[in-house]
């Protein structure tokens, strides 16, 4: 059973920073391809970026320059540093494979970001 623990989510004024967590319970977790997207309601959830087992990553549009991934795999861990964060930037935070459910775990609980003026 691989369980998904995302955190590091808040409440933050437009430019704050927040960095998320994902420890994900798994098996050579370092062999994956793994990625943060997020959910806000009414919407369909959506990819934000993601990292390969080769450490390169690759983010949409709206994150680059502003959010950066990376991994510990010594911690089956991925971050998501979040930098200069605007009010569209609110959602529930989820991390996953890439592309997701390949480990058929479902999602997690999610971590909720809130930007607000």
């Not at 050579?28 to 990625?35: C, D, K």
């Not at 795999?73 to 200069?84: A, E, F, H, I, P």
């Not at 605007?86 to 529930?92: C, G, L, N, R, T």
Request: aromatic share 16%; hydrophobic share 30%; charged share 15%.
């Amino acid at each position: 059973q691989v369980h998904i623990v995302e955190s590091g989510g808040g409440l933050v004024q437009p430019g704050g920073s927040l960095n998320l967590s994902c420890t994900v319970s798994i098996k050579l977790f370092s062999i994956y391809t793994v990625g943060w997207y997020r959910q806000v309601p009414w919407n369909e959830r959506e990819w934000v970026a993601h990292i390969g087992n080769d450490f390169n990553t690759y983010y949409r549009d709206s994150a680059k320059g502003r959010f950066t991934i990376s991994r510990d795999d010594s911690k089956d861990t991925v971050y998501l540093q979040m930098n200069n964060l605007k009010p569209e930037d609110s959602a529930v935070y989820f991390c996953n494979s890439y592309p997701p459910n390949y480990w058929g775990s479902g999602w997690g609980q999610g971590t909720r970001v809130t930007v607000f003026a």
